[in-house]
Each structure stands twice: as structure tokens, then as C-alpha cells.
């Protein structure tokens, strides 16, 4: 593992943390591998060091979904497919208490096959903002 540095460039939505992830010997030449985290998750990803979740943690959006209980829409995170097909997509749902990073292994091999793949986070669990609308939201 060689030294995580983080640099911030401006981006229409927030900056974007880059970091040196491992280095490849090419033509006796090092060179770095270098990922970019979107900006709205923790700095905690920093840490991950399975190299499955860290690829698929630079390809975490956030999409808005509207929600029954409030005016504004909340905030969900989910990694969108880089393949777009004219049959039904895999949406992939984790367990509770996890973020869509559970599909690490997963995701990859059904790109590889083909095919259009959603990886969501449940409302209130992984990166989404459930949280933050349920402290301004009260039962009346």
C-alpha cells in the first residue's frame, strides 16, 4: 500500500477526494493507480483497503426519491450501471445495517455478463439520508 494523499478539485456537485491506491509495475516503471471517492460519503472510506469496495465506492451517486412523509425528497445512494440493456435490469437490495459495498464481488460479474445492474441502499442504511428527513419529521 503506498501513501494516501487527497487532493479537492471543483466539481458542479462538491469536490472529489483522489487518492494513490497501489502501485503496478509496468515496463519496470511504477505507476499509481489512482481512485476518486465522491465527496458526500464518509471519510471513513478512506480505510477500506478491499480493493473490490473501493472501486465500486467511486462509482456511488445519489439520487433523490420522494417520500409520502415529507415535502422534500430524500437523498439515496446506489451505484448505477455503466450498461444500459432493453430488458429488465438487476437491482441488487443489501441486508440491513450495510451499504450497497456488500455487492463488491458481486457487481463486477454481472457487468462482466451483460447486465444492466442497480446496487441500492435501503432508506435509512448504507449512505442514504433517511436519518437527517426522520429528525425534522413528527408523528401528529
Known sequence: MVALTASFASAP???TITMAMTKKRSGGAVC???LSFPSFL???VENIK???ARKL???IDRLPV???FSDNSIMNSCVRPLIQSKTSPVVLLHGFDSP??????TYPLLEEAGLETWAVDILGWGFSDLGKAEDTYHMG
Open 13 to 15: 456537485s462538491a469536490a
Open 32 to 34: 499509481y493507480a489512482e
Open 42 to 44: 464518509p471519510k471513513q
Open 50 to 52: 478491499d480493493t473490490f
Open 57 to 59: 465506492a467511486t462509482r
Open 66 to 68: 420522494p417520500v409520502s
Open 100 to 105: 450497497c459495498l456488500e455487492w463488491r464481488y
